[in-house]
């Protein structure tokens, strides 16, 4: 055995501060099995989990973690480490198995309360709760997406910041993925643009055990899954015995060798290895193995029945060598980092502060401030202006779309295209792909080092919404720009026309929806969005052209939007309103010209702007109280679903919404047959000014 200083002194002269383990297979058999009835015993005592997918891929795990992984369970944030994504997150009691005894602060007590209410050992890996979770995953082909992500930063971050003899971003993605994540689309999309796109530090894994929920992957899983990803530009192998520790390590390490294409190892395993009942069934794959079945699978391979939990020392000495290696790994790369510094000190400075998630000092100084004669301005096309502005002040910007670059004005201008021949370009172009596009942004924040953005019509963030739930649960700075923002999009008809959308994104907890009115709205939730470091942003935009709205007529809107919701426009003589028309986006135009003509009708309304209900939300009661105060009807007008704005603004709400599907007319005129006229406002707000007085 090597002590813990000469491994230190051996990692020292890795170039990666990697250490090439001697191999011991005896020993390794016993790491293996730690790592295989940690989780049965987790699975068991929980009485709820997944043993069968541990038992089967605990040995290729175990090859990464031990033979090439670069990860220091000291610090797991550090930049430059590794990352190790476990898309089939159902089987994260192996990860939580490898965390614990590789040194992560993951108490074994933790291990033992796996699946258990406020334990850091949830039913499937939750980024942010469990140290060494690099994202969340469940929800199949997911995590495969994410990596993708991942991989396009460390690809991005190392063009624009390496140098000649400067390596300070220099790291693989790693993934552990199964049938489920194979099948499922999105890791045909991500698998297609991760070809395109040639990311080489990237390595699949895939635990190909024949098995699903239902049964034998023969049942709906038939295509040759290698050729498939060998069409996508893979680098594939085949490894026929998924036990081969030695096999695994060399295949990793082609890949790694491999850097013009992502690679795929295909690897044949039995889920519930060792079960002698359950091995290669179905039933492996969701339950506890059951007490009887765990010791018959524990005699079966060798391992003592009692005591559960059980970690040998020699398996945990060995394990935690990690802690040695990962800390020398970091040590070097802050040499490097000092290195570069000392050469190139401000573009260290530059990197200390994108991974910090720092915004620079002025960063908003020149974001565009639009005036009432530059109108009508679709707010698309205010956010295209703005994101020129931020673009060229924020150099971690980096995004595009789903192949509607012209409609959602997001490319930025001479920052040329992420390519494989232009890996230091900003623009992406993620093809039509909104579901990994999703995905892929996720993993690209997830990493640190970016402001990732992606942009599509309002009704296909219904093909995004899953990762879209999924940054909100993760906490995650990412951008949406969704354009074509209601039935007003005209022509294209009921397909493309966005209804229950607005209602369906203000609902997913912890996302921010902004609806901006004009041009200068559209600007201040911009800067919501990119001072926004926890949760993601969703920017709901026009695609028909809107005034801008003077900002000496209406001074509110200067300050009003990162307060959610604010009055544009008071009651024209100050008092006490009648009625308060509430309205977002396009809709405040209309309650403004309601207002006017109210006015003449003797009605005194106050126009509130909500941009965005989510934040208007989170503002105190007072302040909530002076826009809405008590007593005073209310009417909302939103080309949108008109379910949730009670849950908004309050049970006494009437709304003018949309609670149909729309219609393939001009936008216009569509909007017209749906109500959204000044006539028909005022129509509402004296009948919810009658029904008020008691009147019917
Ligand atoms: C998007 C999505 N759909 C369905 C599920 C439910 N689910 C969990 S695991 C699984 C399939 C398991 O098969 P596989 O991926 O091969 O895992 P293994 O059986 O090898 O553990 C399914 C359908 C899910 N987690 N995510």
């Not at 290729?60 to 930049?79: G, Q, S, T, V």
């Not at 920017?539 to 990162?562: C, N």
């Amino acid at each position: 055995m090597l002590s813990q200083t000469d491994t230190l002194a051996e990692a020292a002269m890795e170039p990666q501060g990697r250490v090439t383990t001697l191999s011991d297979p005896a020993l390794d058999e016993i790491c293996v099995n730690t790592l295989r009835f940690l989780a049965v015993d987790m699975v068991q005592k929980a009485k709820s989990g997944h043993p069968g997918l541990p038992l089967g891929s605990a040995a290729m795990a175990y090859a990464i973690w031990d033979r090439l992984f670069k990860f220091n369970p000291h610090d797991p944030l550090w930049p430059d480490r590794d990352r190790f994504v476990l898309s089939a997150g159902h089987g994260c009691a192996l990860l939580y198995a490898l965390l614990h005894v590789t040194g992560f602060d993951l108490p074994l007590a933790e291990l033992e309360r796996f699946r258990q209410w406020g334990s850091r050992t949830p039913g499937h890996p939750e980024y942010g709760k469990t140290p060494g979770v690099e994202a969340t995953t469940g929800p199949l082909g997911q995590g495969l997406a994410n990596a993708v992500g991942m991989a396009i930063a460390e690809t991005a971050l190392a063009a624009r910041f390496n140098r000649p003899g400067h390596q300070i971003v220099d790291h693989y993605t790693y993934v552990l993925a199964s049938d489920g994540d194979l099948e499922e689309g999105i890791s045909s999309e991500a698998g297609s643009l991760a070809g395109h796109l040639r990311l080489g530090k990237l390595i699949v894994l895939y635990d190909d055990n024949h098995i699903t929920i239902e049964g034998n992957t023969k049942l709906a899983f038939t295509e040759d899954r290698v050729a498939r990803f060998a069409a996508f530009g893979w680098h594939v192998q085949r490894i026929e015995q998924g036990n081969d520790i030695e096999a695994v390590a060399i295949a990793l390490q082609a890949a790694r060798e491999e850097r013009e294409r992502p690679s795929l190892i295909q690897v044949h395993t039995h889920i519930g290895f060792g079960s002698p009942h359950k091995q290669d069934t179905a039933a492996a794959h969701g339950e506890p193995l059951g007490l009887e079945e765990v010791r018959l699978t524990k005699e079966a391979l060798g391992w003592p029945v009692e005591p559960a939990f059980l970690i040998p020392e020699e398996a945990l000495e060995h394990f935690r060598k990690a802690v040695a290696r990962g800390s020398v790994a970091q040590v070097q790369w802050q040499a490097r980092l000092e290195a570069f510094a000392e050469e190139y000190p401000d573009q260290a400075a530059e990197f200390k502060r994108v991974i910090l998630r720092q915004l620079p000092k002025g960063w908003d100084a020149d974001l565009p401030t639009f005036t009432a004669g530059e109108g009508p301005l679709a707010t698309r096309i205010a956010s295209g202006k703005t994101i020129a502005v931020l673009g060229s002040r924020l150099p971690e910007m980096m995004g595009g779309s789903a192949d509607l670059d012209p409609s959602t004005h997001t490319h930025m201008e001479e920052a040329g295209n992420f390519e494989p021949e232009s890996l230091a370009g900003r623009n992406m172009h993620f093809g039509i792909r909104e579901h990994s596009m999703g995905a892929i942004l996720n993993g690209m924040a997830l990493h640190h080092g970016l402001i990732p953005y992606g942009g599509t019509f309002l009704i296909f963030s219904d093909y995004m919404r899953p990762p879209m739930r999924l940054a909100a649960m993760n906490g995650l700075r990412v951008i949406y720009v969704l354009t074509h923002d209601s039935i007003a999009m005209g022509e294209d008809g009921p397909t493309h026309q966005p209804v229950e959308q607005l209602l369906g994104l203000r609902s997913i907890p912890g996302m921010v929806v902004i609806r901006p009115a004009d041009a200068n709205e559209t600007v201040a939730a911009w800067r919501i969005a990119i001072e926004r470091r926890q949760g993601p942003v969703a920017l709901v935009l026009t695609r028909q052209g809107l005034p801008v709205l003077d900002l000496a007529r209406y001074p509110a809107l200067a300050t009003g939007v990162p307060l959610g919701g604010y009055v544009l426009a008071d009651s024209p003589q100050g008092a006490r309103p009648d009625i308060i028309l509430i309205a977002t986006g396009s809709e405040v135009h209309l309650a403004l010209d309601a207002r006017d003509r109210l006015a003449r009708e003797g009605v005194q309304a106050r126009v509130v702007s909500m941009p965005s209900t989510n934040i208007f939300a989170s503002q105190s009661d007072p302040y909530r109280d002076t826009v809405l105060p008590s007593g005073v009807p209310l009417l909302a007008i939103e080309a949108g679903a008109s379910l949730g704005w009670r849950s908004y603004v309050g049970p006494q709400v009437a709304v003018i919404g949309v609670d149909a599907f729309g219609a393939s007319a001009p936008g216009p005129i569509v909007m017209q047959h749906y109500g959204f006229t000044v006539e028909n406002v005022c129509k509402q707000a004296h009948d919810v000014l009658q029904q008020a007085k008691g009147g019917d």
